[in-house]
């Protein structure tokens, strides 16, 4: 398997090196190491230049597309039959690429196979804390995102087929895999392989949960009313709407329904907590 892995990267210098080095040093070595360098403004590029690697492969943009469209960038510039995805902050353990590639080698009818990570300081732990079987994939992914894009191993023709929409402001990597999940098929190897380290530059710090699931449900209006989870989260989105219009009983409904929502869902759904 000739497998190309994908960096999208933006001012993490300082954090660059020991991602890099942790895909270099993998036990089965991968063909290609994408980096593409989302109009950096620190030395991104000495610290890539650093290892002198010819597997490396620099890509700077020339104007600030976003980590998607990095990501997208890299999808399309690929030369191996398989694609990986790293974040420039994340470290991946040495047998993750080997192993992912044994597991598609082993079930040539999977189209995607995803690991689990670790959340380093996080009282999360593991993600998702359970198996996830084939055929409750998409009905999982429908309650919320568990597969980070550090953890994904994939047919090339399948990210070329679905790319990341560069649109959305936030959960980019919740939309992808909602839309392979119905298309293809999503096998889930539950064993960590990547340790994550959550940063406050990340771009979840960033952006407004409130607007990026406004936007969310924009695009998938009918996950609205499909899980009790997606109704809190919607009447959350209500609820700040009308706050900011000063209408204060409109707002208050909305907000105890989003209470209501959660603990039922809480209370009948533990099992598809991930």
């Given at each position: ?61 020339a104007r600030l597309k976003g980590a998607n469209g990095a990501r997208n960038t890299g999808i399309l510039m690929a030369k191996g039959n398989y694609i990986a995805f790293q974040d420039s902050d994340d470290i991946w353990l040495p047998t993750k690429i080997e ?176």
């Amino acid at each position: 398997m000739d497998v190309s892995v994908i960096i999208p990267t933006y001012n993490r210098a300082h954090l660059l090196y020991k991602s890099i080095n942790s895909v270099l040093e993998q036990t089965v070595s991968p063909k290609e190491i994408i980096i593409v360098d989302d109009f950096s403004t620190d030395n991104t590029k000495e610290v890539v230049e650093s290892f002198q690697s010819d597997k490396i492969k620099y890509i700077p943009n020339a104007r600030l597309k976003g980590a998607n469209g990095a990501r997208n960038t890299g999808i399309l510039m690929a030369k191996g039959n398989y694609i990986a995805f790293q974040d420039s902050d994340d470290i991946w353990l040495p047998t993750k690429i080997e192993k992912q590639v044994e597991f598609m080698v082993e079930n040539p009818e999977v189209d995607m196979c995803f690991c689990s990570l670790k959340l380093i300081n996080s009282s999360r732990g593991m993600v998702p804390n359970r198996k996830i079987e084939p055929e409750e994939m998409e009905h999982l992914l429908e309650r919320g995102n568990f597969i980070s894009t550090q953890t994904i191993f994939m047919k090339k023709e399948v990210a070329w087929n679905t790319l990341f929409d560069e649109n959305l402001k936030r959960y980019q990597d919740w939309d992808f895999c909602l839309r392979v999940s119905k298309k293809y098929l999503v096998h889930h190897l539950d064993e960590v392989l990547v340790n994550v380290e959550i940063h406050n530059d990340s771009i979840s710090s960033k952006v407004s949960e409130i607007e990026a699931l406004k936007q969310f449900f924009k695009k998938y209006p009918d996950l609205k009313e499909s899980h009790l989870i997606n109704k809190a989260l919607y009447n959350k989105v209500l609820y700040y709407n009308e706050s900011q219009k000063g209408m204060r009983f409109n707002s208050t409904k909305h907000f105890s329904k989003y209470l209501f929502y959660k603990v039922v869902d809480k209370v009948f759904n533990e099992r598809d907590r991930v």
